[in-house]
T-cell receptor, first 116, second 116 residues
């Protein structure tokens, strides 16, 4: 099946710094990508939907200035956590859907962020 | 709002035991229902799906039936293997349009550990 890769798989940063997480579709063009956040023992929560070449659509309660999403190409979307704080520590997961619309979402392995 | 509730884990079974992971949902209208599986170190993968009431999704020996009367989509397998050890997520898509593969609302996940 299609492959979606995230990088880094884990990152530790100091409070106040910014961290960028990349999501790549390796063998297909992803017109739409989704970013999720998962707290320990809780559900994956959709943060935002990004479409290639346009602004991301954020879910209610998600700070768009804090979680910057860029989907500049059909194979890459990035999530930047700006001015990170310990409460931003979480597991971030991206998923992608191809332009051919197979009806299936493909997920990355996830990126664990720890803010000290 | 729409939500998914699944049984807490971990679920620990011996090889060849019968597996049931309960999943119930709350949604308006007619959602599509999914089970995703996440093996260690990998991204979520679609295991099976059902798009309308009484549909049965099946794959790799797993099956789940869309029960609208009980708002449930329980995952079952008759004989588990060690290789089935993973985290299983129940999810729904509130939209029936285009097969309902847009937003996904996830349950918290259930970890399954199968011992030889």
């Amino acid at each position: 099946g299609a492959v979606v890769s995230q990088h880094p798989s884990w990152v530790i940063c100091k409070s106040g710094t910014s961290v960028k997480i990349e999501c790549r579709s390796l063998d297909f063009q992803a017109t739409t990508m989704f970013w999720y956040r998962q707290f320990p023992k809780q559900s994956l929560m959709l943060m935002a939907t990004s479409n290639e070449g346009s602004k991301a659509t954020y879910e209610q309660g998600v700070e768009k200035d804090k979680f910057l999403i860029n989907h500049a190409s059909l194979t890459l979307s990035t999530l930047t956590v700006t001015s990170a704080h310990p409460e931003d520590s979480s597991f971030y997961i991206c998923s992608a859907r191809g332009s051919g619309y197979t009806g299936e979402l493909f997920f990355g392995e996830g990126s664990r962020l720890t803010v000290l | 709002g729409d939500s998914v509730t699944q049984m807490e884990g971990p679920v620990t079974l011996s090889e060849e035991a019968f597996l049931t992971i309960n999943c119930t949902y709350t949604a308006t209208g007619y959602p599509s229902l999914f089970w995703y599986v996440q093996y260690p170190g990998e991204g979520l993968q679609l295991l099976l799906k059902a798009t309308k009431a009484d549909d049965k999704g099946s794959n790799k020996g797993f099956e789940a039936t869309y029960r609208k009367e009980t708002t449930s989509f329980h995952l079952e397998k008759g004989s588990v293997q060690v290789s089935d050890s993973a985290v299983y997520f129940c999810a729904l898509s509130p939209s029936m349009f285009s097969g309902g593969y847009n937003k996904l609302i996830f349950g918290a996940g259930t970890r399954l550990a199968v011992h030889p």
